[in-house]
């Protein structure tokens, strides 16, 4: 079958998936245990919740996977269906929603990239525990996942009276310790400080435990955020310059704007906290903030919410990482879902991958206890995948285990 008749098929399923019955049953295999916050690091916390050794599962938990995502599905309905896969056919165009822009074009080639990487079966080997720990800037992690930064409970995720902010960012970054990672808190151009503020914190209630993102706004406003974002003890900060477009359609009057190296080299000044750089799709671009000084970038096209018709992830990446990787960590996002997911951006060149809406889902369903569901099942699904591959260490993943 060619990949246009696939792709067809695919837009004949999202016109009926329009309709979508709330409450049908997903069904989901796997279930993993979490725990509480450690006070020393989050990878101890982690290797509570899950083995890394091949064929060590976590015990399963009385939260059950289907149940989160029917709980998710009436909340968020009709503002995310919960689809059996988040392809981006269903929701094409709703913006604000949980959809792509326009035709929903980048969102489905977000998806459609990563499904048409594949990875080599190789049993003959002597991989029979797996290292799935990173470290970032002096922060050991239990799982190379984290979760990405969305927000907007009313505009975008359509929650008002069902699940407010504190709630929601209290379950992503409170879920992602349990798991022994790191979450993002994230920063909405139309929110006001009182938000933002709540939002930090949550960050000081986790002991600092996450990365804070901030809006392309003026310089001298990213700058009173950052040293909002230090004294809250955060580990790092992001600025999601690929959100200034939409963000300035969506509410003119509000100040966001594209950043030139020189601006970002300012911001990199600024503060000694590390500064991600999210929207990175170009080698150009990976460049010329690693020069102006990003420990970080993320390559995202913003989950195909600001441009139409943008490549998908698994696309750029491998490009961007074949001239920039060791000079910076590099960050990947876009349609994350399995553990397989995961290596497979690795293998691409990702340091760690982002999960958006699949963790949203968890934090929506089952709260910080849906989160940490996920993302353990995620990593028993990637210890999986890697003994598999004959892959030992998640910090040396060869591109060969991909087709």
């Not at 695919?10 to 509480?36: C, H, M, P, Q, W």
């Not at 910080?368 to 993302?375: P, Q, R, S, Y």
């Amino acid at each position: 079958m060619s990949e246009k008749t696939i792709n067809g098929e695919r837009e004949k399923r999202g016109l009926n998936r329009r309709d979508f019955i709330k409450n049908v049953s997903l069904g989901a295999a796997g279930a993993v245990a979490f725990t509480t916050l450690s006070k020393t690091n989050l990878a101890q916390a982690g290797e509570t919740a899950t083995k890394t050794g091949a064929g060590q599962k976590a015990q399963t938990p009385t939260l059950k996977i289907e149940d989160i995502l029917k709980s998710a599905r009436d909340k968020l309905y009709p503002r995310c269906r919960v689809c059996p896969e988040c392809d981006g056919i269903a929701c094409a165009g709703e913006v604000p929603g949980m959809g792509g822009i326009g035709s929903g074009q980048s969102f489905k080639n977000n998806f459609i990239a990563l499904q048409r990487v594949q990875l080599n079966m190789r049993t003959f080997h002597d991989v029979k525990k797996v290292d799935v720990t990173i470290t970032l800037w002096g922060e050991r992690l239990s799982v190379p996942i984290l979760a990405a930064a969305t927000g907007g409970t009313t505009y975008n995720m359509g929650l008002k009276g069902k699940m407010t902010d504190e709630e929601y960012i209290d379950a992503i970054l409170g879920g992602c310790c349990m798991a022994g990672t790191l979450g993002m808190a994230a920063d909405g151009i139309g929110d006001p400080d009182n938000v933002f503020e709540l939002r930090l914190e949550a960050v000081k209630k986790y002991n600092g435990k996450a990365i804070v993102t901030i809006k392309p706004r003026t310089q001298q406003e990213i700058i009173r955020r950052i040293k909002m974002i230090e004294k809250a003890g955060a580990l790092a900060f992001a600025v999601d310059i690929d959100s200034a477009g939409r963000a300035a359609r969506a509410l003119p009057g509000q100040t966001v704007e594209p950043k030139t190296p020189r601006q970002i080299k300012e911001l990199a000044q600024a503060t000694n906290l590390p500064f991600i750089v999210k929207g990175i799709m170009t080698i150009e671009e990976a460049k010329m903030a690693i020069d102006a000084g990003a420990a970080g970038i993320v390559v995202s096209n913003h989950g195909g919410r600001v441009l139409d018709y943008t490549p998908g992830i698994a696309d750029v990446l491998p490009k961007i990482a074949d001239k920039v990787k060791g000079k910076t960590i590099i960050f990947a996002d876009g349609t994350v879902k399995y553990g397989a997911d995961v290596l497979k951006l690795l293998a691409l060149g990702a340091d760690a991958v982002l999960s958006g809406r699949h963790l949203l889902r968890g934090a929506v369903g089952g709260g910080k206890e849906g989160v940490a569901l996920f993302i353990n099942k995620m990593k028993n699904e990637l210890v999986d995948a890697m003994v598999l591959t004959g892959t030992a260490d998640v910090k040396k993943v060869n591109r060969g285990i991909i087709v």
